[in-house]
């Protein structure tokens, strides 16, 4: 991952203001090789994030949309 999230973190939205949340998950999934082709023959691993608002609401996100709080 590009920015190394990990479950505990605490993020805000990448570019916007909003609220703060905590990673509760980070999800690697491995998918099969595509039928199409890249410049490495195979598709990278898909990583979604899953956040805990500090409202309450929880979502989905790629790593890259998030930037950890110091």
Do not use: C, Y
């Not at 190394?4 to 805000?12: N, P, Y």
């Not at 939205?13 to 195979?42: F, W």
């Not at 691993?45 to 790629?62: E, I, Q, Y």
């Amino acid at each position: 991952m590009s920015n190394s999230l990990q479950a505990g973190d605490r993020v805000v939205r990448s570019g916007t203001s909003g609220p703060q949340g905590t990673i509760q998950k980070v999800r690697v999934e491995r998918v099969r090789e595509s039928l199409k082709e890249n410049q490495a023959g195979k598709e990278p691993p898909g990583v979604t994030v899953t956040v805990l608002w500090d409202n309450g609401t929880s979502s989905h996100f790629v790593p890259h949309a998030l930037s950890k709080v110091d």
